[in-house]
């Protein structure tokens, strides 16, 4: 056997990247939803047993719309189950079903504190769970590398939305996102992925109230009627 | 001496032949050699395994011919009554089994005649059940010396097994138990080394033990060789047992737990109203319109009334719903006319008028009638938020997250 055989089946392992090329994944990952975002992810998707690192900019930049299309999937073709720990706001459950999750799957538990990494790692450890998504403001990177160790060992999607002001530290994550709105669009930047480095930002057409119907002929003549209707309902 | 009533069991098990040859097969694994036998009766079976008779005997009718050949030693009973019998001239059981029943018990007491009874099915023989004891401590000589830890995962094995036996007996599981290997007498009698081993929950999962163990027994330095293990268990956790769903949720027997212990598990650490599912609820009003619901994973298949499909709830007149909600709606200022937040708001959408709900307006905790006007706005920092105007002005309700 000569030498170039054994280096090109060294390359094919998953785990070996080359530094100008998109790593492979172990395992298939799941389908965002967006081609473009899916065209830029090691294994075509969100990585499954893997953490992927969610850094908003801002809240309602439509961080929780990017991932909506992958949980549905989940919840409803493969019969998985999604853990929601510690969401700062209720997450609203008619806008949830008619994004596509099957609530009948979906199991919110509000953690505080450090709990929230151990509930994290239990859900983890559990069969049936499809994906993890956890709110992390105040994590320590030992708890997150324990997390992405959790991680490596189920099939699951762990999602962990961390302050956009993390992005500058390091971490264990194998894929990190900032997000970041701007009009309709959300733009991904990949700070981090197995592969080659991505610099250039993403623009998504996520989920947007505006593309449903009632939009606005004259925002301010509705802001005059809605003061109206209010002022007749006091009377 | 061990009684095993096997008769419910043969067919499960395959067979009477079957399932002795097992039994037979499982002592030789822990480490013994059984002598035994398949009897009718337990006194029968107790004589025929004494005499070494290991054929199978399934029938009652068999029995008087298959005692008959045994020798009277088998009954163990004392020198002036085996002196007594010899003078009767009965030398097997045979003969013994001959000789009236009335006239046997008047010369040598009622206990033996009794005994023949109960051993021929005459008269019942009621055992009482063997009751596991409380505490595991078992202890195992080993073959030869052991100087290694490493060698003695092998052997520890067969402990861990019984103590698996043990807490299955008792549908309990351990999360700690106590190996303690005693040193080789000699010149200097060194103190037994302790080892407990501890488990994150309690288990009775034997592959599990064995592997921490072996973790363990990797790095343990043994002072001299070790003669003895010893294995001791105390106070066992109810450990139910766990049945597999028979098409395998997912995760394929990845070992992990079930969801139903997942649930249990976060809401004994964070409180049962913490860990919830939701629900939606046909109504207009937001915050009446979804429902915290107990979390009830099925352990196995999907209830009928789950099969079918959740009904969707959209209205179709209704508008956008943000994915987050404010559990208050909080108060926005107004300048110039527009809502603010982190400077003005532009609406982008709206208005969508929810009004009404007198009917349970009198009601504690109800949200009662409401009028306002929903519009989805865009901060200045492309944030999209839900706003509604009421009577008491701007407030934000929901974030498009």
């Known amino acids: ?66 991932l909506l299309p992958a949980l549905a999937r989940l919840s409803r073709d493969e019969l998985a189950w999604l853990v929601c720990i510690a969401p700062p ?82 971490s264990p994550a194998p894929l990190r996102l900032t997000l970041e709105g701007e009009g309709e669009q959300l733009i991904v930047h990949l700070l981090k992925r197995r592969g080659s480095a991505q610099s250039l930002p993403l623009p998504i057409a996520v989920q947007r109230p505006l593309r449903l119907r009632h939009a606005l002929a004259c925002p301010a003549s509705a802001v005059s009627a809605a003061r109206s209707l209010s002022r007749s309902a006091i009377a | 001496m061990l009684l095993l009533e096997v008769a419910a069991s043969l067919r499960l098990f395959g067979g009477a032949a079957k399932l002795f040859a097992d039994v037979i097969a499982g002592c030789a694994e ?8 398949l009897a009718p009766t337990p006194l029968a079976a107790q004589w025929l395994a004494i005499g070494g008779d290991d054929r199978a005997c399934c029938a009652l009718d068999e029995l008087p011919q298959r005692l008959g050949s045994l020798p009277l030693s088998v009954l163990a009973l004392s020198s002036a009554d085996d002196a007594r019998l010899a003078s009767f001239g009965a030398r097997s059981l045979a003969d013994l089994l001959r000789l009236p029943r009335g006239g046997l018990a008047r010369r040598l007491g009622p206990g033996l005649a009794a005994d023949l009874a109960r051993a021929l099915g005459e008269l019942p023989d009621p055992r009482s059940r063997f009751v596991f004891p409380e505490r595991f401590a078992e202890r195992l000589e080993l073959p030869m010396r052991v100087e290694q830890a490493s060698a003695l995962g092998f052997a520890a094995r067969r402990l ?113 109203d913490s860990v919830h599912a939701l629900s939606t609820v046909a109504e207009h009003r937001p915050e009446n319109a979804w429902l915290r619901v107990v979390a009830a994973p099925l352990t196995g298949e999907k209830s009928p009334a789950s099969l079918l499909p959740a009904p969707v709830l959209r209205n179709s007149a209704a508008g956008p719903r943000p994915l987050c909600l404010l559990v208050q709606p909080q108060a926005l200022r107004e300048l110039a006319g527009r809502p603010q937040c982190g400077g003005p708001l532009r609406l982008l959408a709206g208005p969508e008028r929810i009004e009404s709900g007198w009917w349970d307006a009198a009601e504690p905790d109800a949200l009662g009638d409401v009028c306002r006007d929903y519009f989805v706005a865009i901060s200045r920092r492309d944030e999209w938020l839900w706003i509604f105007r009421s009577q008491a002005g701007w407030f934000l309700h929901g974030v498009f997250a």
């Open chain 1, 1 to 66: 056997m000569s030498s170039s055989t054994t280096l090109a089946q060294i390359l094919e392992r998953p785990d070996v990247w080359r530094g100008d090329a998109l790593a492979g994944a172990a395992l298939p990952g799941v389908p965002t939803g967006f081609a473009d975002l899916d065209r830029e992810l090691p294994g075509g998707g969100w990585p499954r047993g893997g953490l992927t690192e969610l850094l908003p900019l801002r809240r309602g930049v439509g961080e929780l719309s990017l």
């Open chain 1, 89 to 170: 706001h209720l997450l609203y459950a008619p806008a949830l079903q008619a994004g596509g999750v099957d609530l009948s799957r979906l199991l919110v538990a509000s953690a505080p504190g450090r709990d929230a990494a151990w509930a994290c790692e239990r859900s983890l450890a559990a069969d049936g769970v499809g994906a993890i998504v956890v709110w992390l403001p105040e994590v320590q990177a030992a708890s997150l590398r324990r997390l992405q160790l959790a991680a490596e060992a189920s099939q699951a999607l762990l999602f962990v939305f961390r302050p956009a002001a993390c992005a500058s530290q390091p």
């Open chain 2, 30 to 37: 822990q480490g013994h050699l059984p002598q035994a036998a």
């Open chain 2, 160 to 272: 861990i097994n019984a103590l698996c036996g043990w807490l299955a007996a008792r549908g309990g599981g351990v999360s700690e138990c106590i190996f303690e290997f005693e040193h080789e007498r000699g010149a200097r009698q060194r103190p037994a080394t302790v080892l407990a081993l501890g488990f994150a929950g309690a288990t009775r999962d034997g592959e599990r033990m064995s592997r921490v163990l072996g973790e363990r027994l990797y790095r343990l330095p043994l002072p001299a060789a070790v003669e003895f293990i010893g294995l001791r268990a105390e106070a066992p956790a109810a450990l139910a047992g766990r049945s597999r769903s028979l098409f395998g949720e997912r995760g394929e027997g990845a070992g992990g737990e079930s969801m139903a212990a997942l649930v249990e598990r976060l809401q004994a650490r964070l409180g049962n």
